[in-house]
């Protein structure tokens, strides 16, 4: 673990012997959690609370038009979304004991989209994203409820160059640590999407990716919901525990 070091003398019997302390460093890592479509931070707090554990301090939050602000559903666009995301992110970097150089971000779906987003507007240093979702630039300020599901499926079913598409473009920038991860049986964001983030993924500093056996786009089961914990928690533990020994 990277500590500071300060050299003291210490008296002992008339006389003074050289010491050192090292202490921790007194920043430690944020976790933004952005959870996805119709979701809500309830499925994240577990997590979250796992990976407190570890030594992060992690913020959940809603975002606008799920949980106490359902009712705006009707109206809220990408553009409304990520706002929010910004304001979480910059409300977890405020907090006085995170390490703004060492921020993980964590999103699902919707929020994996988002975030990939993020990562053109704000420093993150590690991007974990499960099943990620991938809309088309246009429409961006229409009410996302209002987009048309059906093409929205032919267009994830497709290989969408980077240079087309917000969020992928994002990424070809992006020279952290990531986890992709897919599920096996996705209706909503088959395979030719996560490809298609992972071929942006070029410039990324280590790439891992990883496919949940059996499980549907919204881990139905109990075993599904727990491997993606496991995935989760043992890949954030890596970085999180590599960044504190510092290179050797």
Known sequence: MLAS???????????????????????????????????????DLSRARGLAGLGCICLSFDLRGHAETVAQQETVSREHNLRDVLAAYDR????????????????TSYGGYLAAILTSQRPV??????VPAL???????????????????????VRVPAEDNRALAALTDFRGDV?????EHDA?????????????????????????????HALSSEACQQAYTTILVNWVTEMVIGARLGPR
């Open 179 to 183: 986890l992709l991860v897919e599920s």
């Open 92 to 107: 977890l970097v405020a907090h006085p004991h995170v390490d703004r150089s060492s921020i993980a971000v964590i999103g």
């Open 188 to 216: 909503l964001v088959p395979h030719e999407t996560i490809m298609s983030y992972r071929a942006a993924l070029q410039k990324s500093h280590s790439l891992t990716h990883r496919i949940i056996d059996g499980a549907d």
């Open 5 to 43: 070091c300060d050299a003291v003398r210490i008296h002992v019997d008339g006389e003074q012997i050289a010491g050192t302390f090292l202490e921790p460093q007194a920043k430690i890592p944020g976790v933004l959690f952005i959870h996805g479509w119709g979701g809500s931070q309830e499925r």
């Open 125 to 130: 240093k590690w991007l974990a994203l499960r």
């Open 135 to 157: 809309y088309r630039d246009a429409e961006w300020d229409k009410p996302k409820r209002r987009l048309d599901r059906e093409d929205l499926q032919v267009y994830r079913h």
